[in-house]
């Protein structure tokens, strides 16, 4: 007696064969977004991400395919077994197109935040085309989290800037100078010693604060709670933990130039400071995470 084939056939597709089989039929998109985005993320490399300012670029776009990497089992657990999806193609086409559009747009005329903010919309829309608004919804954090990659105009930037840079140049003057350190403070020009330093954009601007606020979204997606009070708060306290971590990091720079001279200030221990900023951010929100999550729970405890 001959086997029954079909019933064979009918057998769900394992998730692993599933990605082989995607990964292939894909390969024409793949190589497309390629043609597109690699000469993009060449000049980054070698223009905006290499500023202070725009640094923080580079490991948005990394985390962000991680997360994608991380959901994809679930975008194809969402795509029919036999390949076909549950898209609306005639809905998703719009925001493809649009993509398209601000890709050109941006390339051709050298407006970096339309050419980047393409990249975020064109995977979105490939995504809900090729498996269905359940795959988009599995993966909107994602395509979100790309934004804060985006850089925003310059009028802007510098019209918010200044009176962050204001508040944090307040800060280390009060606190150094109820410390017993000699300075004093014009503007954003701080006066330590001999030594006059500028608190600059990068040092506390909104950049910081977009690349922080992204921080703890990305701690929110990977901790995600049950209680509403929790994650809003803690998204909301995101704001006064950047304006924390950028004065400690301004005071730990002020220091090092009053202690180990202009040179030390500005040279590698600059950088080092830049680590200091995240490090002592990752620890605010870790604590104030703490915190939430004790109260909550005390709270809903009978």
Not at 60 to 67: F, R, T, V
Not at 277 to 290: P, V
Request: proline share 6%; hydrophobic share 60%; net charge neutral.
């Amino acid at each position: 007696m001959m086997p029954d084939n079909t019933q064979a056939l009918a057998l769900p597709v394992s998730l692993p064969a599933r990605l082989r089989a995607a990964a292939g039929q894909w390969w024409p998109v793949w190589a497309g977004l390629a043609l597109l985005f690699v000469p993009t993320l060449v000049d980054l490399l070698h223009g905006a991400w290499a500023t202070e300012e725009q640094g923080h670029g580079p490991i948005i776009l990394g985390l962000a395919l991680w997360l994608l990497w991380r959901k994809w089992p679930a975008v194809m657990a969402a795509a029919l077994p036999d390949g076909a999806t549950h898209g609306t193609p005639a809905a998703a086409s719009m925001p493809l197109l649009l993509g398209l559009m601000l890709y050109l747009l941006g390339r051709s005329q050298h407006i970096l935040m339309f050419e980047i903010g393409a990249m975020p919309v064109l995977l979105a829309a490939l995504v809900w085309l090729g498996f269905g608004g359940a795959a988009l919804r599995a993966t909107w954090f994602a395509f979100f989290f790309m934004l804060f990659m985006v850089p925003l105009p310059g009028e802007l930037v510098a019209v918010l800037t200044l009176p962050m840079k204001m508040a944090v140049s307040y800060a280390t003057e009060t606190l150094l100078f109820a410390a017993g350190y000699p300075i004093s403070r014009a503007g954003v020009i701080l006066q330590i010693g001999q030594y006059q330093l500028l608190v600059a954009d990068a040092c506390a601007g909104l950049q910081t604060l977009l690349t922080l606020e992204a921080l703890g979204l990305f701690y929110l997606n990977l901790k995600p709670h049950a209680s509403t009070l929790r994650n809003v708060a803690l998204a909301l306290l995101i704001v006064p933990i950047s304006f924390t971590a950028n004065v400690i990091r301004v005071i730990v720079l002020t220091l090092i130039t009053y202690h180990a001279g202009a040179a030390a200030g500005q040279g590698f221990l600059h950088g080092f400071a830049g680590i200091v900023l995240f490090l002592t951010a990752l620890c605010l929100i870790l604590a104030a995470d703490s915190v939430l999550q004790w109260h909550t729970g005390r709270r809903d405890a009978p």
